[in-house]
């Protein structure tokens, strides 16, 4: 994990040519995470059921993340709870 922008309260799980999906801390339930473009939209990504919480993008604008978190959707999980004790 690193952190995004050396800022403690945003770990970067993962970085895409366009976007990265990151968690925020302190941050609400249920434990998801955040992709966020390269021109600042974002979407939420809910860990259990993948689903999308966006007013901006769409599932085939962050297909490529989507793919990621369904891959590594238990370590995307243990780094919520982690920065969400």
């Known amino acids: 994990m690193q952190l995004l922008h050396n800022n403690p309260t945003m770990p970067?799980?993962?970085r895409l040519p366009n976007m990265t999906i990151r968690v925020n801390a302190p941050d609400h339930l249920?434990?998801?995470v955040h992709v966020v473009m390269a021109d600042r939209r974002d979407a939420l990504v809910?860990?259990?059921t993948l689903a999308i919480?966006?007013?901006t993008l769409?599932?085939?604008d962050?297909?490529?993340a989507?793919?990621?978190i369904a891959a590594n959707s238990a370590y995307c999980a243990k780094v919520f709870k982690e920065?969400?004790?």
């Open 53 to 55: 919480t966006s007013r």
């Open 62 to 64: 962050i297909a490529d």
């Open 58 to 60: 769409r599932a085939s």
């Open 30 to 32: 249920p434990p998801h």
């Open 46 to 48: 809910d860990l259990a």
């Open 66 to 68: 989507l793919i990621w």
């Open 12 to 14: 970067l799980l993962h």
């Open 83 to 85: 920065c969400n004790p």
